[in-house]
């Protein structure tokens, strides 16, 4: 049950749609002045990545004329390298932990999960620039990339563009009234890179464009069958998507568990948490608020101290990709960690 403090509530309509259809749009949730930190930092890193480059005469120059929605498109021109290395889980940025513990975004997603709110780190920054091979995201439920046994629960994915997310841009595409239905069969995809519901699987439904504007988020249940296209337009399609579970779901988050809350038991086949590779944190608490995580400084340090816990290679995913001799899972190479996609 949600508590009756919530600020930022659904309404009815709201919240039957997203249990009918299996996704929502809401729109108006930011204010232009609250997602700046945000940007602001990533442009910051950017522009210190840009300079790096241009000093190894990897880059002819930094295209600091350019605003964060186009600068990576000019610089992707010459060098992939940077795009590719803020891509998915890869930068930690303090900003990044103020979004996922944004009073807003935990009084949605409390309506839907309940009040022990559990951020699960499974959160990806996605600068989709034009023309890359590895931006578009194939058919495929996140419950894909979890635990089996997390399967039954529900995780909800808030997908926040920082720039207007539209069609030309690749927004996402969802597949409505197909998260009743449990699991598809998933495969890797060629490059092992991302998880793929085979197009004979979804059958001929067809799908939902759901463009966000700035400001709005995009919400998935982890059954919500998904995938985003090439971005068409010169503007980099900046967004971040955050995931959220209860905290009586299995969680490596280091918090007291409570009565009826899930504890691993591998005996029984109770994983340590619905994404074992990646450190959980507790982001909002009524029955022990001291442990809810308060700083940017502890987020940054759970994210660099995780020691890497496997998890069930249903597909063989992480098979495919260790046969890649570039790849490591998840190893961490300073504060951001040099870590590979899961999403
Ligand atoms: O942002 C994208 O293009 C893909 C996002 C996605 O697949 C996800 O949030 O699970």
Redesign the pocket.
């Known amino acids: 049950m949600a508590s009756d403090k919530l600020v930022f509530r659904l309404s009815p309509e709201q919240l039957q749609h997203f249990d009918v259809e299996g996704y929502l749009v809401v729109k108006d949730v930011f204010t232009e002045v609250e997602l700046r930190p945000v940007i602001d930092e990533i442009s910051a890193e950017l522009d210190a990545r840009c300079r790096a480059a241009v000093a190894r005469g990897e880059l002819s120059r930094t295209y600091e004329e350019y605003d964060f929605e186009h600068r990576l498109t000019h610089v992707d021109a010459e060098t992939k390298n940077i795009s590719k290395g803020m891509w998915s889980m890869q930068l930690v940025l303090p900003s990044f932990f103020y979004l996922l513990a944004n009073p807003k975004l935990l009084d949605i997603v409390e309506q839907f999960c309940g009040p022990e709110l559990i951020a699960s780190s499974v959160y ?1 920054l ?1 600068p ?1 620039v034009p023309s890359h091979a590895w ?1 578009p ?1 194939p058919w ?1 439920q ?1 419950l894909a990339y979890f635990e089996p046994y997390c399967d039954a629960g529900l995780i909800v ?1 808030v ?1 926040v563009p920082l720039v207007d997310a539209t069609e030309e841009r ?1 927004c ?1 595409w969802v597949m409505p009234r197909r998260h009743k239905g449990g699991l598809f069969p998933h495969h890797p995809d060629d490059r092992a890179q991302y998880l793929v519901i085979a197009d004979e699987a979804l059958g001929g439904q067809p799908p939902v464009c759901a463009a966000v504007p700035k400001g709005g988020v995009l919400l ?1 249940t982890n059954r919500t069958p ?3 296209f090439e971005n068409k337009t010169d503007v980099v399609r900046w ?1 971040m ?1 955050l995931r959220y579970q209860s905290a009586g779901l299995p969680t490596n988050a280091k918090i007291t568990r409570l009565p009826g809350e899930t504890r691993s038991a591998s005996a029984v086949g109770v994983p340590v948490a619905c994404n074992p590779p990646e450190p959980d944190l507790l982001v909002r608490s009524r029955l022990r608020p001291q442990e809810v995580m308060k700083t940017a400084a502890e987020f940054v340090a759970l994210r660099k101290n995780h020691v890497y816990q496997a998890a069930t290679d249903r597909w063989g995913y992480s098979a495919a990709k260790s046969k890649d001799p570039t790849y490591h899972p998840y190893q961490t190479a300073g504060v951001g960690g040099n870590w590979h996609d899961r ?1």
């Open positions: 990806r996605r989709k931006s995201v495929h996140d994915t997908w690749g996402l998935l998904h995938a985003s967004s998507d999403t």
